[in-house]
């Protein structure tokens, strides 16, 4: 059983950055592969970025390739987003996903999710 709970969403401006982080409870935190996706009203969740259980492998989208950045910390059990230069169609609530295949957490049928954050841009 894992339990994620996100933090770091707030408002900023177009072109501005945020840190978003993912806490997860338990002590098998490397044994997970780890990803973030977001919703915006009325749209399809979307996945934003994947990464492996050792770090070593990331996957994005194009939409955010360049821009934000994936990593995680196994010590902390913590796993990041690093969004730069944002634009107002970031907009979203972002989720953190865990599952211990990284083929699962990609296609966002991980079996563990979070709450959510709320990531607001501002034109």
């Known amino acids: 059983q894992v339990q994620l709970v996100e933090s770091g969403g707030g408002l900023v401006q177009a072109g501005g950055s945020l840190r978003l982080s993912c806490v997860a409870s338990?002590?098998?935190?490397?044994?997970?592969?780890m990803a973030w996706f977001r919703q915006a009203p009325g749209k399809e969740r979307e996945f934003v970025a994947a990464?492996?259980?050792?770090?070593?492998?990331?996957d994005y989208p194009d939409s955010v390739k360049g821009r934000f950045t994936i990593s995680r910390d196994n010590a902390k059990n913590t796993v990041y987003l690093q969004m730069n230069s944002l634009k107002p169609e970031d907009a979203a609530v972002y989720y953190c996903?865990?599952?211990?295949?990284?083929?699962?957490?990609?296609?966002?049928?991980?079996?563990?999710w979070g709450q959510g954050t709320q990531v607001t841009v501002s034109s």
């Open positions: 338990g002590r098998t935190f490397s044994t997970y592969a």
């Open positions: 990464i492996s259980r050792s770090g070593v492998a990331t």
């Open positions: 996903a865990a599952d211990v295949q990284f083929y699962r957490v990609v296609a966002g049928t991980g079996g563990y």
